[in-house]
């Protein structure tokens, strides 16, 4: 398939995912909120689920977590441009706190039974060289349940599913820290493991 094949297949993938209803998520959500980037992108990350400012504008990463990673890429020498960012969930699962609404964790059902087929799909049309997982939703969805990410974190694993897969913190991991001085070493480690990319995509780094 060439890129213009899919990208058009991922443009028909987007739309037919727009009217989801698999599970009981999409009742409470604004919208799908599908994954965004080129079809011929060389790495992908995968997060657990968009949250409140992506379920508003349709569009993964763009909030608070999704800043503090755009800013890691270019510290590891990786452009947004260059990647296919998605989600293992597709909708936004929250609950009220006062007035605000909250991320609460989807269930192991709506990761593997409802959204998976999508994450399949989208892993499929891109065929990207790198997955990167971020947080242990996505670890578990790709790499299985029994995966640890305090154990197995930033380790280039070869996959079935692409060249090389790794697992590394969600964004908003750091972005929990209450420390100024914590918050500087884990965006120092979290670039550290993103750099991971490059050396997966020129294929330098054997498999740990």
């Given at each position: 398939m060439n890129d213009r094949s899919a990208n058009t297949a991922l443009a028909q993938l987007r739309k037919a995912a727009l009217s989801c209803t698999a599970?009981?998520?999409?009742?409470?959500?604004?919208?799908?909120?599908?994954?965004?980037?080129?079809?011929?992108?060389?790495?992908?990350?995968?997060?657990?689920?968009?949250?409140?400012?992506?379920?508003?504008?349709?569009r993964?990463?763009?909030?608070?977590?999704?800043?503090?990673?755009?800013?890691a890429l270019v510290a590891a020498g990786v452009e947004r441009s260059e990647v296919y960012v998605t989600n293992a969930v597709k909708h936004f699962k929250w609950e009220w706190q006062g007035k605000r609404r909250l991320h609460k964790k989807p269930t192991q059902r709506e990761v593997s039974i409802c959204c998976q087929q999508w994450l399949e799909?989208?892993?499929?049309?891109?065929?990207?060289?790198?997955?990167?997982?971020?947080?242990?939703?996505?670890a578990g969805a790709l790499l299985g349940r029994g995966f640890r990410i305090t154990t197995q974190r930033g380790r280039l694993l070869e996959s079935t599913l692409a060249k090389y897969v790794f697992a590394t913190v969600h964004p908003s991991y750091l972005l929990r820290l209450p420390d100024e001085t914590q918050r500087a070493a884990a965006f120092a480690s979290f670039v550290e493991d993103l750099r991971l990319i490059r050396r997966g995509i020129a294929d330098e780094a054997a498999p740990v």
């Amino acid at each position: 398939m060439n890129d213009r094949s899919a990208n058009t297949a991922l443009a028909q993938l987007r739309k037919a995912a727009l009217s989801c209803t698999a599970c009981p998520l999409w009742e409470n959500a604004t919208q799908t909120v599908f994954g965004e980037g080129d079809a011929d992108a060389k790495a992908m990350l995968v997060g657990e689920q968009p949250g409140d400012q992506e379920d508003v504008s349709g569009r993964p990463f763009v909030g608070p977590a999704g800043r503090l990673l755009d800013r890691a890429l270019v510290a590891a020498g990786v452009e947004r441009s260059e990647v296919y960012v998605t989600n293992a969930v597709k909708h936004f699962k929250w609950e009220w706190q006062g007035k605000r609404r909250l991320h609460k964790k989807p269930t192991q059902r709506e990761v593997s039974i409802c959204c998976q087929q999508w994450l399949e799909r989208e892993i499929h049309l891109i065929q990207p060289r790198v997955i990167v997982c971020l947080g242990a939703t996505a670890a578990g969805a790709l790499l299985g349940r029994g995966f640890r990410i305090t154990t197995q974190r930033g380790r280039l694993l070869e996959s079935t599913l692409a060249k090389y897969v790794f697992a590394t913190v969600h964004p908003s991991y750091l972005l929990r820290l209450p420390d100024e001085t914590q918050r500087a070493a884990a965006f120092a480690s979290f670039v550290e493991d993103l750099r991971l990319i490059r050396r997966g995509i020129a294929d330098e780094a054997a498999p740990v």
